[in-house]
């Protein structure tokens, strides 16, 4: 969703927070803009809907040089999507980029509205700059009048304000991301909503805390302050450092991130178990295992959602723990049963969602223990629990999420071992890690065979529906496998458990619809069963099937076989790679943005 990007320093800002607004793409946006201060010491704003190009175009004409410089991509909520409701808002000198939504906006803008002041756009954003200049007008100083207005508005939000006349930028934050660096070698200091953007720029990262008021400068001792809201120099700032990596995120020799992140998978897995079991990730684990609990709440979104009910089938399965799954966004509002000796799971790439944030607090605020399965270290999710088991994704950059699925899963399944006794026997943590490297190799097997899936891709993409079935362990990457192949092909998908499609949606098969059947050694007999049925009703059988069944083949106008001897209950993540190949080369026929598909964000921060 949107981006926020600011920087301050020697080299040209525009430049840097251009480059970092380009990091922020996979977010998914619909319009770009930046404001700074230029040589003659003035405010100048810049914006333009649609991609960033389109706003790099207007700047490389005006041969721009900044010292001081905030910019933002905007995803649009209150306010269509134009120039005008672009960020940043700007009024006398002063200028604003924002992440969220304030949710009394209406209410302080009609009081605005009454003292005569005059909006320029739809947005709720803009009336946090009201308030501001509102409170400058009538004598605050500006680090006080945008304290003032922090303390009046509601709602989860990131501010980025740029001073126009100094060129300082002041950043604050509640419930949203936000992430400061500096660079100490040439004295640059950068905000921004994701620490992705800041990646190879700086050497210093600082995730501030709610309710505490960055400010970025030069010319002072300190590049970067951070106050609380009384102005006392806050102690509590450095919550989390870390030292940068660059990670150039570059798509080697992949046409899409898509494509490179599905095939980054095997080396991923093969990493996991040796993190958990002899690496730096020994004690995260351990101390995940020592929370006592009777019972799992498991909350997540989407994808994140599906990896769920897997890892719910793993600590049922083998820990004999009850165990419920819920959609983030449901539970949060549900009145759900929770008592404080229960554990809430929460599962995450981006650590922001803010459905899975306000689950977490629910769980927090009735006094539950709880766990994130997260990628994104130093994220609002992984701050807020009380331990964190890190996925080791990688940045996933393709707005569909892949591996970060399979590492859920899969740090899920780790999570689940370790609660059982057995656990303590090294001959267990080595027979666990044959299994992830089998997994790894049949992975790494199928990606050779990307060709044939193409192939069927190919054949069926300009059908009219898609239904993914599946049963027991299939069932959740049959509802993976069509949450990919609608969000990235555009085409209506359902996944479906197998045994349920006789209740009603039978009703739709005919021979424009593909039946995309996941059918494992697990209830093998009984998912056929249900292939037999869309057959008779005339529906095109693409079935992921065994190696070698002559019954299964026969039934089938596409088959492609696994072999899936020895996997066990990691099989359900080997048959999700061809549900993400099959998307993928559906997409890739049908011609859409695949590693930015319409309409979506990487990081969904509003509810
Ligand atoms: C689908 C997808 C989304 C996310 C969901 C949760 O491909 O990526 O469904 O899984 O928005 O996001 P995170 O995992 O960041 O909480």
Redesign the pocket.
């Known amino acids: 969703m949107c981006g926020i990007v600011g920087h301050l320093g020697p080299q040209n800002s525009v430049e840097s927070v251009i480059e970092g607004l380009k990091r922020l793409e996979y977010r998914g946006y619909d319009s770009a803009g930046v404001s700074f201060v230029d040589e003659t010491n003035h405010l100048k704003v810049f914006k333009k809907t649609g991609k960033i190009e389109n706003l790099q175009k207007i700047l490389e004409e005006q041969n721009i040089s900044a010292r001081s410089c905030i910019g933002h991509t905007r995803w649009a909520t209150h306010g269509e999507v134009n120039d005008t409701n672009s960020h940043p808002h700007s009024k006398n000198e002063l200028s604003l980029v924002h992440n969220g939504i304030i949710e009394n906006a209406s209410e302080l803008r009609d009081g605005l509205l009454k003292k005569g002041y005059e909006f320029n756009s739809k947005t709720d954003s803009e009336v946090f700059l009201a308030l501001v200049v509102d409170h400058v007008e009538n004598g605050f100083e500006l680090i006080d009048a945008i304290i003032a207005t922090y303390k009046i508005v509601k709602g989860h939000s990131a501010f980025v304000i740029l001073n126009g006349k100094t060129g300082e930028i002041f950043a604050i934050k509640s419930g949203a991301p936000l992430v400061c660096g500096i660079n100490t070698v040439s004295s640059e200091v950068l905000v921004s909503s994701d620490p992705y953007a800041l990646a190879g720029m700086v050497d210093k990262i600082y995730f501030p805390e709610d309710k505490v008021l960055c400010h970025l400068s030069v010319g002072n001792t300190n590049l970067l302050n951070f106050y609380e809201l009384d102005k006392e120099k806050s102690k509590r700032y450095l919550s989390k450092k870390q030292d940068m990596v660059h990670d150039p995120a570059d798509k080697g020799d992949f046409e899409h991130f898509m494509l490179k992140e599905i095939h980054e998978q095997p080396e991923l897995i093969r990493s996991l178990t040796q993190f958990y079991f002899q690496g730096e990730g020994r004690d995260s684990l351990e101390k995940a295992r020592q929370m006592d609990f009777s019972k799992v709440h498991i909350t997540?979104?989407?994808?994140?959602y599906y990896a769920g009910l897997v890892v719910r089938d793993y600590l049922e399965k083998f820990n004999k723990i009850s165990c419920s799954p819920e959609l983030a966004s449901e539970f949060r509002y549900r009145e759900p049963l929770i008592k404080p000796n229960e554990l809430g799971l929460f599962?995450?790439?981006?650590?922001?969602?803010a459905d899975?944030l306000a689950a977490q607090a629910l769980c927090k605020e009735a006094g539950l223990k709880t766990l994130s399965l997260v990628n994104v270290e130093g994220s609002t999710l992984f701050r807020d629990c009380t331990e964190n088991l890190l996925i080791r994704a990688g940045v996933e950059i393709g707005?569909?999420?892949t591996k970060?699925f399979t590492q859920q899963v899969l740090t899920g399944r780790i999570f689940s071992a370790s609660l059982n006794e057995e656990f303590q026997n090294e001959s267990f943590k080595v027979e666990m890690t044959k299994k992830f490297a089998l997994l790894a190799q049949r992975v790494d097997e199928l990606l050779a065979r990307s060709e044939e899936i193409k192939e069927v891709a190919e054949s069926i993409y300009n059908y009219e529906g898609f239904f993914f079935t599946g049963r027991g362990v299939y069932f959740p990457v049959a509802l993976e496998g069509a949450?990919?192949l609608k969000?990235i092909a555009y085409v209506h998908a359902e996944g479906y458990a197998a045994g349920e499609l006789k209740h009603g949606p039978i009703a739709l098969i005919d021979e424009q619809k593909v039946n995309i059947a996941i059918v494992g050694p697990e209830l093998f007999e009984k998912a056929l069963s249900n292939v037999q049925e869309i057959k008779a009703r005339k529906g095109v059988i693409v079935t992921i099937g065994p190696r070698g069944n002559k019954e299964a083949e026969e039934l089938s106008d596409y088959y492609i076989p696994l072999d899936f001897e020895g996997l066990d209950e990691l099989s359900p993540l080997y048959v999700n790679v061809v549900n993400q190949l099959l998307s993928y080369y559906m997409a890739k026929f049908k011609g859409t943005d695949i590693d930015k598909p319409r309409n979506l964000a990487k990081?969904?921060t509003v509810e």
């Open positions: 997540a979104c989407g994808t994140a599962i995450s790439q981006s650590g922001e969602t899975t707005v569909a999420s970060a949450l990919k969000e990081s969904v």
